[in-house]
């Protein structure tokens, strides 16, 4: 027995799938679920084999194709159940940062997700009114909500907040200019950049100022016929600092009243908690921004509002009424899952006493570190029970998912060190990602750091499970 005439031997898709052994496996998982795991249970084996220096353990491979489904039964069965496995998948967020966009920013809180459950598995009157009888608006459910928080006149959702620029600047700045500071002409992420969005929005960019300086007075030279708008951009994934001045909302909107010109202001994230002011004293509200007079606002849904991802425009009725009308509000509409989140959100956001509880990011964000260091501590005392070394140092959290920029507060985090166990930081960092509920975590000088704050209480079993089989191995 050599390795070539075993290779020779692997039998074919085609034979393995014509077997006896094969039909019933497709009966079960059907034929193109069954292909593809054997395509993969083949090339699984052919790396095997040519690693392999022993090769008595594969004896089987010339004995056809019963062997070979018995000999790989329980490999088959491995990849059946990863193939199956819903992609999309919770994971332990353990890294201390509260909005990771790579993580979907702001979880949703329980009446909220809920609700959506609610919504979702029924019919409902998204689109319908029930007093009337008749064809309804769909944004019934949150535009008074809106205004009645924020003080706005009128109020819309779209998809994202990228997607409420678009539609901002393509109704209110579409064939003439948009005047916007370099200072502020910022790539939010991929490919959402503010002059790449002018262009597809059919607007001319006339940039005013300098990278670190703009002054009113660039905005009132840069004014002529053709200027439509004037933005500003909200700093929301950068800081500039030392030598920088920028031009206050106030007075862009005392030269855009003056002019008769409509001020749009990006606001990147949208804070509505009255208590904001205490815990990121640096990001302006939505009620301070709105306070200026600007026409026309939008912020995300699932930044430091800590909903649903949306886009959520304010404005007066007369500017909201005719982005109303404009074709990218259809092509960017919300469907009812978010709707009803949202929906749930503002209403939080009514009663002071539930945003902490019905808000995660606020309820983590919130955290006291002395409530944080106690958790921790309960927690390292049950790593220890079961033989597991944890050490509670000092970190720091971070806002992350481009907002609140360099602002990062204080936090805890329970350090373990994979030396004690044999094992790099990578390798460990690995196994954490391959779990059924992967956990996710920082590797600092060669250890991993688990900050506890943006995780449930209900899922530290998770997170204690995990740390067990990934250094109990
Ligand atoms: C995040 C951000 C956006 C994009 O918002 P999404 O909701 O992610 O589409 C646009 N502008 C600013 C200033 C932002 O901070």
Same mark, same amino acid.
């Given at each position: 027995?050599?390795?070539?005439?075993?290779?020779?031997?692997?039998?074919?898709?085609?034979?393995?799938?014509?077997?006896?052994?094969?039909?019933?496996?497709?009966?079960?998982?059907?034929?193109?679920?069954?292909?593809?795991?054997?395509?993969?249970?083949?090339?699984?084996?052919?790396?095997?084999?040519?690693?392999?220096?022993?090769?008595?353990?594969?004896?089987?491979?010339?004995?056809?194709?019963?062997?070979?489904?018995?000999?790989?039964?329980?490999?088959?069965?491995?990849?059946?159940?990863?193939?199956?496995?819903?992609?999309?998948?919770?994971?332990?967020?353990?890294?201390?940062?509260?909005?990771?966009?790579?993580?979907?920013?702001?979880?949703?809180?329980?009446?909220?997700?809920?609700?959506?459950?609610?919504?979702?598995?029924?019919?409902?009157?998204?689109?319908?009114?029930?007093?009337?009888?008749?064809?309804?608006?769909?944004?019934?459910?949150?535009?008074?909500?809106?205004?009645?928080?924020?003080?706005?006149?009128?109020?819309?959702?779209?998809?994202?907040?990228?997607?409420?620029?678009?539609?901002?600047?393509?109704?209110?700045?579409?064939?003439?200019?948009?005047?916007?500071?370099?200072?502020?002409?910022?790539?939010?992420?991929?490919?959402?950049?503010?002059?790449?969005?002018?262009?597809?929005?059919?607007?001319?960019?006339?940039?005013?100022?300098?990278?670190?300086?703009?002054?009113?007075?660039?905005?009132?030279?840069?004014?002529?016929?053709?200027?439509?708008?004037?933005?500003?951009?909200?700093?929301?994934?950068?800081?500039?600092?030392?030598?920088?001045?920028?031009?206050?909302?106030?007075?862009?909107?005392?030269?855009?009243?003056?002019?008769? @010109? =409509?001020? *749009?202001?990006? &606001?990147?994230?949208? %804070?509505?908690?009255?208590? #904001?002011? !205490?815990?990121?004293?640096?990001?302006?509200?939505?009620?301070?921004?709105?306070?200026?007079?600007?026409?026309?606002?939008?912020?995300?849904?699932?930044?430091?509002?800590?909903?649903?991802?949306?886009?959520?425009?304010?404005?007066?009725?007369?500017?909201?009424?005719?982005?109303?009308?404009?074709?990218?509000?259809?092509?960017?509409?919300?469907?009812?899952?978010?709707?009803?989140?949202?929906?749930?959100?503002?209403?939080?956001?009514?009663?002071?006493?539930?945003?902490?509880?019905? @808000? =995660?990011? *606020?309820?983590? &964000?919130?955290?006291? %570190?002395?409530?944080?260091? #106690?958790? !921790?501590?309960?927690?390292?005392?049950?790593?220890?029970?079961?033989?597991?070394?944890?050490?509670?140092?000092?970190?720091?959290?971070?806002?992350?998912?481009?907002?609140?920029?360099?602002?990062?507060?204080?936090?805890?985090?329970?350090?373990?060190?994979?030396?004690?166990?044999?094992?790099?930081?990578?390798?460990?960092?690995?196994?954490?990602?391959?779990?059924?509920?992967?956990?996710?975590?920082?590797?600092?000088?060669?250890?991993?750091?688990?900050?506890?704050?943006?995780?449930?209480?209900?899922?530290?079993?998770? &997170?204690?499970?995990?740390?067990?089989?990934?250094?109990?191995?």
């Amino acid at each position: 027995m050599d390795k070539n005439s075993l290779f020779r031997n692997l039998p074919s898709l085609d034979s393995l799938l014509r077997s006896e052994e094969c039909s019933f496996l497709i009966q079960r998982y059907g034929l193109r679920a069954v292909t593809e795991a054997l395509r993969e249970a083949i090339s699984e084996l052919r790396k095997e084999l040519e690693a392999a220096t022993d090769l008595a353990p594969y004896a089987y491979l010339e004995e056809g194709e019963e062997a070979w489904f018995e000999a790989n039964a329980e490999r088959l069965i491995r990849i059946f159940k990863v193939n199956e496995e819903p992609i999309l998948r919770p994971v332990i967020n353990a890294t201390g940062v509260l909005l990771h966009t790579n993580l979907g920013r702001a979880p949703l809180g329980e009446m909220a997700g809920e609700r959506v459950k609610k919504i979702i598995s029924s019919y409902s009157n998204l689109e319908y009114d029930l007093t009337r009888g008749r064809r309804g608006e769909r944004y019934q459910a949150v535009e008074p909500l809106l205004c009645r928080l924020t003080g706005a006149e009128a109020a819309m959702v779209v998809n994202n907040n990228a997607s409420a620029v678009l539609l901002i600047l393509n109704e209110f700045a579409r064939g003439g200019e948009a005047v916007v500071s370099r200072g502020e002409l910022v790539e939010i992420g991929g490919s959402f950049r503010v002059p790449e969005i002018m262009e597809l929005a059919g607007c001319r960019l006339h940039e005013v100022g300098t990278s670190n300086k703009t002054h009113l007075r660039d905005y009132e030279q840069a004014i002529n016929e053709n200027t439509k708008l004037l933005l500003k951009v909200h700093k929301s994934n950068f800081a500039l600092v030392g030598f920088q001045a920028e031009t206050s909302l106030e007075e862009l909107k005392n030269l855009a009243k003056a002019q008769g @010109i =409509p001020l *749009y202001f990006d &606001l990147g994230s949208g %804070i509505l908690h009255p208590e #904001a002011k !205490s815990i990121l004293p640096a990001e302006p509200s939505v009620m301070e921004a709105l306070s200026t007079g600007v026409d026309l606002l939008s912020f995300s849904g699932d930044k430091l509002l800590g909903g649903p991802q949306a886009g959520i425009i304010l404005g007066s009725k007369e500017a909201i009424g005719r982005l109303k009308k404009n074709p990218y509000t259809r092509a960017f509409r919300v469907d009812k899952m978010c709707l009803a989140a949202l929906e749930m959100l503002l209403r939080a956001y009514l009663d002071p006493e539930k945003i902490n509880s019905e @808000i =995660p990011i *606020y309820n983590y &964000l919130c955290t006291s %570190i002395e409530d944080l260091a #106690a958790r !921790s501590d309960n927690f390292i005392d049950r790593l220890a029970a079961c033989g597991l070394d944890g050490e509670l140092v000092e970190s720091r959290g971070e806002i992350g998912g481009g907002s609140a920029p360099g602002q990062d507060f204080p936090s805890l985090a329970i350090v373990i060190d994979p030396a004690n166990y044999g094992i790099s930081a990578q390798e460990v960092e690995r196994r954490l990602r391959a779990l059924e509920w992967p956990i996710l975590a920082c590797i600092r000088h060669d250890k991993l750091y688990f900050d506890l704050r943006c995780i449930r209480e209900c899922e530290e079993e998770v &997170l204690l499970r995990g740390l067990l089989e990934v250094f109990g191995d």
